[in-house]
């Protein structure tokens, strides 16, 4: 199983970014996908997670209202719109995958990609 997250980059306070997650070696729409971040010198904490159906959306409270996940399972593809950026949204960025379900706990995932950085200044 391999996950490949993209759309990393540089952004000004205010900005938008799209990150993406392409998985391979998996049947994509059996399975939950979560978007993670770890900020340098901060533990990995939940950002949000999507359902196999698309359905079921979770976020945490700090970035409701301005991202968005979503799916595309045709082309075993998470996105995570990211809008009103700030700088404590600075992170490196993770999609994970392998949990029995949508789950905010990291250490459920058996999957993850290597990360995309997300760098916003101020």
């Known amino acids: 199983v391999q996950l490949q997250a993209s759309g990393g980059g540089l952004v000004q306070r205010g900005g938008s970014l799209t990150l993406s997650c392409v998985a391979s070696?998996?049947?994509?729409?059996?399975?939950?996908i979560g978007w993670f971040r770890q900020a340098p010198g901060k533990e990995r904490e939940f950002v949000a997670t999507?359902?196999?159906?698309?359905?079921?959306?979770y976020y945490t409270d700090s970035v409701k209202g301005r991202f968005t996940i979503s799916r595309d399972n045709a082309k075993n593809t998470v996105y995570l719109q990211m809008n009103s950026l700030k700088p404590e949204d600075t992170a490196h960025y993770y999609c994970a995958t392998g949990a029995a379900q949508a789950t905010m706990n990291s250490s459920l995932y058996k999957y993850w990609g290597q990360g995309t950085l997300v760098t916003v200044s101020s």
């Open positions: 070696g998996l049947m994509f729409d059996d399975y939950d």
């Open positions: 999507i359902s196999v159906s698309g359905l079921n959306i």
